[in-house]
């Protein structure tokens, strides 16, 4: 049984001589797509990219299992023959050979590619003999063509494989070309070169082959006529000549026909015997993933982008991206691939220098060592010369910088050239190569290239053990491929217990060692660290030591103790390296293993006093800017610095316990929009550089930053990590000696007070630490901080339901401030008096009390205070039946927080609007505020509140039900009609 696959022209399948219905273009773009990597797996993906040109629909991979489906039934008459077998990460289109080793499934593709290949072979082995057989080959390769491949298919991926194989056609014609003229059969080719020059007019081998056979035909001035053509051309479009070897033949033609030679047959075009190179190193056994970048470097082409540079972490899968595309690619370059490894971050040896790499080339090009000029830019020249207008591959791999690999580049746009590093080489970028970057593979990559290495049973049997593997190797191929080189060398060790091996920070990467400099993590990483200068060899060290999973430029300067220019020069050069990366601009941050592996060379490599001056300097900087932005947003507040006394005896200490960094970066915070982004964007690595400053017991700066980052967790509405950030505040104070510790201490009761009351925690502590707060402030004569603790035993025993008494608090705490001279107390005072009016039933003063505070915030301009007062007239309209006014004040005092961005009192905002509303019998309303004010109870782990709201929701949707009944009930209360 025979079967025929036809590409080049329409694409159809014959078995035994009867047409296959291949089904609608969709369909056969799918097995196009595997057709064109027979016998080599197509990822699902890549297949998916393939036939949707890059943006598959919903559901794609269950589309392409029914398209392959309708395919497998369709071939069924061929039996084994042809098979569409589903293999690990996509599929394989399987062309098995025929009865006694004769094939009987052939691929006029594949037929054309091996024809040619033998007509090479050919003409090498017969070049003194005008290349008859050769002739004839490449005659019966050029005939299987029928017009354009694939030529009912269209699509953006169909047009670039197209564009490739006409490419590879052209390049026969071109072959076929030289040796009928060689033998002296230009009689054949006239017709056939006026039309290919019409469609290629710049191309100066089919010219001159134009120009040959013109002259030999007799007609000298029609073959000048083109090459006076094609210089024009070239002229305008490029500004360039005609190639030397063109205007040699030029000249001779010039001379016959005046007369000044007496050689009247220009010599044909040589087709002397040159090498063709196949330097490729044997491809990856398998590839996982990577489908986006394949992709990527399938679109550039090398005759529109010559140069490609794959760049990437130590790691990472370069060469394996390289060797697999390659591999996949050989007929692209039918001249031949060379291959250099320039051991640019290999470790243990010395780079390769350009001038011995092009030694290599010069050789494997077919030049004699005795041929090979002995100055350098001569060996370029040549080395250039012999690729020039020939389609070759030329990979370099392992490439330190952008000079090492120059000299390499050739001159010709006709030759590819893949380079690999781990150095961005972005002066290669700049002028003109494109960057394919490479990152760790994504979860689903790493998952499947377990199950690749592992069997899907094994992996499978442990899903939590093989998620924790793929984490602690950070999604890093090599790193994944020494744990199933470890689990597959031991199939009874279950993957628990190596994950178990991996998950202790200071041995992880002694578990990923293999021993082999070559497959080794550390090996890899050691290789990249020692490339660096010693600046930014230093700072990587102390990245792998700063607290939090990113950094941003000014904390990485405080922490290197540089200026920040110099430290964002730095910071580029580790990006350059893919050490760090920037993910988002201004900050920085390392992969895990990297981070694990900057930690333990700065433990090997920097004094420890420096490490723990770097370390103090960091949390300096974070205390600084962190004041700084407390103030901002809340400038009549007291902030750390306040506290302590413009750094009396508690910044003394401080200065004892960190040890000075020689100079502080100051960041310019202007506003509290500012302050606030640079809370959110700080958010994690000041609560882990909290972590690192309790364990070097730093009792002053621990306070401090606690201090400081509450205000922003309690406007964010975070209210347990503002209730466990005030604890560990107060242990610092308590820890804390001098004359200004019982004032930072006081502070410290009241704050955790608050924090207490915001999280609903229980009332007697709460109590106890207000109580504590106010008994040190009356030891201190701290005006101030007995009037703000009196405004928190207001807020407990208001919500214990005891207004009277917190009505008495509330008329302490205003006479306080207004002994202390303290306007802004005032203002907050009168509000919280009036609040507690309201609570007892004093409408009229408690509304007087309210607009007194109103005035004065106005007056004075303060927003924060201006809210809390319209939402006390809110509650205070309301309990007075003035609902429609408490609708007017809350939805002021809503846009008054949002503008302060202060989620926490938003919350208990809504939830007083939508009480109004439904006072009002405005229920759709009511709901809406009610939603609104349970969706961000619950983002603030608001527990009771978010009970409350949802029993209010609860009892709404009952009230909603019954009406509805009512409706229905003809008898009914009309009334319950009215929602």
């Known amino acids: 049984m025979a079967v025929q696959i036809s590409v080049l022209g329409d694409i159809r399948v014959l078995i035994d001589g009867n047409p296959v219905e291949l089904g609608p273009p969709r369909r056969q773009c799918v097995l196009a797509g595997l057709l064109i990597d027979a016998d080599r797996v197509v990822s699902s993906d890549r297949l998916a990219d393939r036939v949707w040109s890059g943006r598959p629909p919903d559901g794609a991979r269950q589309i392409l299992h029914s398209y392959i489906s309708r395919l497998r039934r369709a071939f069924l008459p061929a039996g084994e023959r ?167 033949l030029h000249l001779h033609i010039l001379d016959a026909k005046t007369g000044r030679s007496d050689d009247q047959q220009p010599p044909a075009p040589a087709v002397a015997p040159t090498a063709r190179p196949g330097q490729l190193p044997l491809p990856p056994s398998s590839l996982t993933g990577r489908a986006r970048e394949l992709a990527a470097l399938d679109i550039r082409r090398s005759d529109t982008v010559p140069v490609t540079v794959i760049c990437g972490l130590g790691g990472v899968g370069k060469t394996s991206l390289a060797l697999r595309w390659a591999h996949d690619n050989l007929h692209r370059w039918p001249d031949g691939q060379l291959h250099a490894n320039l051991r640019g971050f290999a470790p243990a040896v010395r780079p390769l220098t350009p001038q011995a790499v092009i030694r290599g080339f010069l050789t494997a090009l077919g030049v004699d060592q005795r041929a090979v000029p002995t100055d350098f830019e001569a060996q370029t020249g040549l080395y250039r010369s012999l690729v020039a207008g020939k389609r070759i591959l030329i990979l370099l791999d392992n490439v330190h910088d952008a000079e090492q690999v120059r000299p390499l580049l050739p001159g010709s746009p006709s030759c590819t050239v893949l380079i690999t590093s781990r150095n961005r080489l972005s002066g290669l970028v700049a002028e003109g190569a494109l960057p394919v970057v490479l990152e760790p593979l994504t979860a689903t990559e790493a998952h499947r290239l377990l199950a690749d290495r592992l069997g899907e049973q094994r992996v499978a049997a442990e899903p939590e053990a093989a998620t924790a593997l793929i984490l602690k190797c950070d999604r890093l191929p090599l790193a994944l491929a020494v744990a199933c080189a470890r689990a597959m060398s031991n199939p009874q060790l279950p993957l628990a217990a190596l994950a178990a091996e991996l998950r202790p920070h200071e041995t992880r990467l002694d578990a990923l060692d293999t021993g082999d400099l070559s497959t080794s993590l550390r090996a890899a990483f050691d290789s990249s660290y020692d490339a660096l200068d010693g600046a930014a060899a230093r700072l990587l060290c102390l990245l792998g030591l700063a607290p939090g999973q990113d950094i941003g430029l000014p904390a990485a300067a405080s922490l290197a103790g540089l200026p920040p220019a110099r430290a964002r020069a730095l910071l580029r050069a580790l990006e350059d390296a893919h050490l760090v990366q920037q993910h988002v601009p201004g900050r920085y941050g390392l992969h895990d293993l990297v981070r694990l592996y900057a930690a333990e060379r700065a433990s090997r490599d920097q004094p420890p006093a420096q490490l ?164 040190l402030s009356q030891e201190t004569g701290d005006l101030l901080n007995q009037a703000h603790t009196h405004q928190g035993l207001v807020m407990a025993l208001d919500r ?9 608090h509330a008329e302490r705490s205003l006479e306080l401030y207004e002994r202390a001279g303290d306007p802004h107390g005032e203002a907050n005072a009168l509000n919280t008096l009036g609040w507690c009016q309201g609570r007892v039933g004093h409408y009229e003063e408690a509304a007087a009390s309210c607009h007194k505070s109103l005035s004065a915030s106005r007056t004075y301009g303060w927003p924060h205070a201006e809210a809390a007062v319209l939402d006390s007239l809110g509650h205070i309209n309301t309990q007075a039946g003035r609902h429609r006014e408490a609708v007017g004040y809350f939805r002021q005092a809503l846009d008054a927080y949002r503008n302060r961005r202060d989620a926490y009192e938003m919350a208990n905002t809504f939830s007083g609007l939508a009480g109004a509303h439904h006072a009002l019998g405005e229920y759709a309303e009511a709901r809406t ?14 527990t009771a509140q978010a009970e409350e709201t949802e029993n209010r929701l609860g009892a709404e949707a009952e009230r909603v039900k019954a009406a509805i009944v009512l409706a229905d009930d003809p008898g009914g209360d009309p009334v319950g009609r009215l929602m």
């Open 929 to 942: 505020a009610w939603h609104q004010a349970l969706t961000l109870y619950r983002a603030q782990h608001r």
């Open 612 to 775: 723990t001056e770097a370390l103090s300097a960091l949390i300096g900087f974070y205390i600084r800017t962190a004041d700084r932005a407390h103030t901002l947003m809340a400038p009549h507040g007291t902030s750390s610095a306040i506290a302590e006394g413009a750094k009396g005896a508690a910044d003394a200490a401080g200065a004892q316990e960190s040890p000075s960094s020689g100079g502080q970066v100051q960041l310019g915070l202007d506003d509290s929009a500012a302050a606030r982004e640079w809370f959110e964007a700080e958010r994690s690595c000041l609560l882990a550089a909290l972590q690192l400053t309790v364990s070097m017991r730093l009792h002053s700066q621990v306070w401090r930053l606690c201090w400081d980052i509450t205000l922003f967790l309690r406007r964010s509405g975070d209210v347990q990590e503002l209730l466990s950030i005030s604890e560990t505040g107060l242990a610092a104070a308590q820890a804390l000696e001098g004359p200004t510790a019982p004032t930072l201490q006081a502070l410290a009761h009241r704050g955790l007070a608050f924090a207490m009351l915001l999280a609903d925690r229980d009332g007697a502590k709460l109590l106890d630490h207000l109580g504590r707060a106010l008994s």
């Open 82 to 248: 042809v098979a569409i077998e589903r293999r690990p990460g996509g599929y394989v289109l399987a062309l098995g050979p025929g009865a006694g080793g004769v094939a009987d499934v052939t691929v006029d593709l594949h037929r054309f590619r091996e024809l040619v290949d033998r007509a090479r072979r050919a003409g090498e082995a017969a070049a003194d003999d005008g290349g008859e057989r050769a002739t004839a080959l490449l005659d019966e390769a050029l005939a299987l063509w029928h017009g354009d491949a694939f030529a009912s298919l269209e699509s953006p991926w169909i047009d670039e494989v197209r564009a490739r194989l006409d490419e590879e056609r052209f390049q026969a014609e071109l072959e076929r070309g030289d040796l009928l003229l060689r033998q002296g059969r230009q009689a054949r080719l006239l017709v056939e070169l006026q039309s290919r020059v019409g469609e290629k007019p710049l191309n100066e081998r089919l010219v001159g082959q134009l120009m040959l056979t013109l002259y030999r035909e007799g007609r000298s001035a029609h073959a000048l006529e083109q090459y006076e053509r094609l210089r024009r051309d070239l002229a305008d479009t490029m500004g360039a000549d005609p190639g030397p070897e063109l205007q040699r």
């Open 800 to 808: 214990a339901d005891d207004p009277k008494a917190a009505l008495k």
